[in-house]
């Protein structure tokens, strides 16, 4: 097995769903997507990545071609192969990479608020990613978390999504959180996603700060076949932000 520690609340469910969760937190971030899953009677399968949640982290280096590997073992052992992949976020590009790597276990690819390369598109938005990168790389997440969750949660009515976001990120080993920050700045998908043939959507907040609609129009360009939503009134957290119509566009498309 594995070693990656999950959620699996309906194990009876008829077609696994693979959920891989952002940068900072873990796969109970997914809570307002379990029950949908489950109710239309999906398998949904939400790991916690190394180091996050309750995954443990050797220290020997983090990486998106070993996690692929770890999700892959991870799904055979629940004998849920193949599945349909949701990726948030960071969760968004190992989606990709779990899809490149082992593209038989993957049915249908469902990728948020997610990237090709790490590239801002702004001068906000590099001044937010150098802001971040130095705080992680000099102080670890702890120092960054508040930075993150103003980011992600910006809206007075958010102050408790916030805080559990803060709670979040510091909860993460230190030293997983830089590896998997550097993973991040390191990727770069353009070159192999065109060889990507399975069904796959790309859901974009509209109001996203972190990564620009504009970025995820190109992720979805680089996938023959693939098509874009833009949510409105969500930003990057778009499963939590508008769950109802997220729900929805999961169900619809999973279902065809």
């Given at each position: 097995m594995s070693g990656l520690h999950?959620?699996?609340?309906?194990?009876?469910?008829?077609?696994?769903?693979?959920?891989?969760?952002?940068?900072?937190?873990?796969g109970s971030s997914w809570v307002l997507q379990l029950a949908a899953l489950a109710g239309a009677g999906f398998r949904p399968i939400a790991p916690d990545a190394p180091g996050f949640g309750a995954s443990g982290y050797n220290g020997k280096g983090w990486s998106a071609h070993r996690l692929a590997d770890q999700l892959a073992d991870l799904l055979r052992g629940?004998?849920?192969?193949?599945a349909h992949v949701i990726g948030l976020s960071m969760g968004g590009v190992l989606a990709q990479q779990f899809a490149?790597?082992?593209?038989?276990?993957?049915?249908?690819?469902?990728?948020?608020?997610?990237f090709t390369v790490l590239?801002?598109?702004?001068?906000?938005?590099?001044k937010y990613f150098l802001r971040r990168a130095f705080s992680v790389l000099t102080r670890g997440p702890d120092a960054q978390a508040q930075i993150v969750a103003e980011r992600v949660f910006p809206e007075a009515r958010d102050a408790e999504l916030r805080a559990m976001l803060v709670r979040s990120i510091r909860s993460a080993d230190p030293r997983a959180y830089r590896g998997a920050m550097l993973t991040l700045a390191g990727f770069d998908s353009r070159r192999w996603l065109p060889r990507l043939q399975m069904p796959v959507l790309v859901v974009t907040g509209a109001n996203d700060t972190t990564v620009s609609p504009m970025r995820q129009r190109l992720l979805a360009e680089r996938i023959p076949g693939a098509v874009q939503v833009v949510v409105a009134d969500a930003g990057h957290a778009v499963p939590v932000d508008q769950p109802q119509v997220f729900n929805r566009l999961v169900l619809d498309f999973l279902g065809k």
């Open positions: 999950y959620l699996d609340p309906n194990p009876g469910g008829n077609v696994p769903v693979l959920l891989l969760h952002g940068l900072g937190t873990d629940l004998e849920a192969v193949p490149h790597d082992h593209p038989a276990l993957v049915s249908k690819l469902i990728l948020v608020s997610t590239r801002p598109d702004s001068p906000s938005g590099w």
